[in-house]
């Protein structure tokens, strides 16, 4: 990928768009299989993501971490997907048989550096929603015990986790 790259890409370059997308792909791809494990349905989110991110190329600042864009498209697309059709027990047993896979140095490389940058992203967020994400997605607590936990409804607790993802 060329260092300006972003500003071709900003303007409607296709070729810079393409080499953008080779340098990317399997950076989506890897991520979106931490958390989907049809491989037809990885593939269907990874295009998606790059028509997103085409649609939303005038948005992007060239100052600002290319990756980290990315990540939000492909983390929005992800979530969408859960959103349509949200098993919970479903979603449990393939994150847990992904956090059980075994890894290449790469990918260990990768998924380390995006849960520092998940780390980073929940730091950020409002004390309340940070806490109630926690309790739910590292303790693996349900909203009912969270909520009992946190003293408030189970709806504040389901409104906390929809806002910090």
Do not use: C
């Amino acid at each position: 990928m060329k260092e300006n790259d972003i500003i071709k890409f900003k303007v409607g370059d296709h070729k810079a768009f393409e080499r953008i997308y080779n340098h990317y792909w399997s950076k989506v791809l890897h991520f979106t299989s931490l958390y989907i494990n049809d491989p037809n349905e990885q593939e269907e989110i990874v295009q998606q993501v790059f028509v997103r991110f085409w649609e939303k190329r005038a948005m992007l600042d060239q100052e600002r971490d290319l990756d980290g864009f990315l990540f939000i498209i492909t983390r929005n697309m992800v979530f969408n997907r859960f959103r349509k059709s949200f098993n919970e027990k479903a979603y449990r047993e393939a994150a847990e048989s992904k956090a059980d896979g075994i890894y290449d140095m790469e990918e260990m490389i990768d998924a380390d550096d995006l849960q520092k940058y998940i780390d980073k992203l929940v730091s950020v967020l409002p004390s309340r929603q940070k806490e109630a994400f926690i309790l739910s997605r590292r303790g693996g607590l349900s909203a009912k015990e969270i909520a009992e936990r946190m003293n408030i409804s189970v709806k504040g607790v389901e409104r906390h986790i929809y806002l910090a993802l």
